[in-house]
């Protein structure tokens, strides 16, 4: 049964689109093409010579105020020289701009380069990944939402409760596994957790040959620091350890170049990579899918 955000997707008018990104933002209406619409729908344009990249959504699937928060938080990021996918208002200075039927749509300069999926197995770039991230979270670490917007970012704990009774309803070792790691992560320090991208995947970033640039700003929350981490590792989970380690450490050492956390984290990667993998499967399970990658990586915790 179709999602009420698949629904409203599919309903979308995307002859409409020509028209908007000409007022909108003086794009060029031949330039035009669809990118995808498996989450928001995407095209990208052209304008005075420069790629963009035009996302559009509905309150069924992103309420508007948290939209409005989240293009907050990235105009923060891009301010501070973070690499991130850098917005672009309309012609009318607004960075979110209302459409017909409830959709909305805001436009990002396109980052050059390729996914850093095509580089996952380079280890000279896993420095400057890392370096990126620490920039990210360096200047997390000052922002403040704005408390004027009806919109809270979520916490990892909401999401941990609210896949309980998915969880509950799993096999005995699913079970099991969710138990144990609400005590481990009941009972972990309370330093170095803020403000974090949330889906840190090789499919998020950019690579340009120098700068891994951050895109999809879909679901900021509140988490430890070190679950950016885990998870822009997480995909190197079949290479051999040793491998591994070294992918680690290049990361980390671009990474503590910018942001500072305690040692003690390394230690917790296998932990947190189950965390991400069964809250991804639960999330999976819900929407009627079973992604068994996804279960291998939560019922045998990869070693870093």
Not at 161 to 166: C, L, R, V
Request: proline share 7%; charged share 25%; hydrophobic share 40%.
């Amino acid at each position: 049964m179709p999602t009420d955000w698949q629904i409203k997707r599919d309903s979308f008018n995307h002859r409409a689109v020509p028209e908007l990104v000409r007022e909108r933002w003086n794009g060029d209406p031949a330039s035009l093409r669809p990118i995808s619409q498996d989450y928001n729908i995407v095209f990208r344009f052209e304008a005075e010579g420069r790629g963009y990249y035009l996302r559009i959504c509905h309150p069924v699937l992103h309420p508007l105020p948290k939209a409005r928060q989240v293009m907050r938080f990235l105009r923060f990021l891009a301010d501070c020289d973070v690499p991130v996918g850098v917005p672009a208002p309309s012609l009318s200075g607004r960075y979110i701009e209302l459409l017909d039927g409830g959709y909305y749509a805001a436009a990002q300069l396109e980052a050059p380069g390729v996914e850093m999926t095509q580089h996952m197995l380079d280890l000279s770039v896993y420095e400057a990944w890392g370096k990126s991230l620490g920039k990210l979270h360096a200047a997390s670490r000052r922002y403040q939402p704005d408390p004027v917007i009806d919109y809270q970012f979520p916490t990892v704990q909401r999401f941990w409760e609210n896949i309980e009774p998915t969880a509950r309803a799993s096999s005995p070792e699913l079970q099991r596994v969710y138990s144990e790691l609400t005590d481990t992560m009941g009972s972990l320090p309370a330093r170095d957790y803020g403000l974090i991208h949330g889906d840190y995947r090789p499919g998020n970033v950019i690579w340009d040959g120098s700068t891994a640039r951050t895109i999809d700003f879909d679901e900021p929350n509140y988490h430890w620091y070190i679950a950016d981490v885990s998870r822009a590792l997480m995909e190197l989970s079949d290479q051999p350890h040793k491998r591994r380690r070294a992918f680690r450490d290049a990361f980390m050492a671009g990474y503590l170049s910018e942001h500072q956390i305690d040692d003690f984290w390394l230690s917790q990667l296998p932990q947190f990579g189950q965390h991400r993998a069964l809250l991804m499967h639960m999330w999976d399970v819900e929407e009627g899918g079973s992604w068994s990658e996804v279960v291998r990586w939560v019922v045998h915790p990869v070693g870093w």
